[in-house]
């Protein structure tokens, strides 16, 4: 199965709350930290909401 490698690259100081708990849920806590994640439904939404805060690539 594919998947992705999300990196969080924007600081989430000052973010609505929404945006740092969708970070934090993907496992993303530090600017620079990366995850790899499944390629599913709920990813994806959960990337397209931070999605000005993120860079995504698949592996």
């Known amino acids: 199965m594919a998947e992705y490698k999300v990196k969080l690259v924007k600081s989430l100081i000052g973010r609505?709350?929404?945006?740092?708990?969708?970070a934090y849920a993907l496992g993303l806590r530090k600017v620079n930290s990366e995850v790899v994640k499944p390629q599913n439904d709920?990813?994806?939404?959960?990337?397209?909401?931070?999605?000005?805060?993120?860079t995504v690539e698949e592996v």
Request: proline share 5%.
């Open 16 to 22: 609505p709350q929404n945006q740092i708990k969708t």
């Open 42 to 54: 709920a990813v994806k939404g959960m990337i397209n909401t931070i999605s000005h805060l993120v």
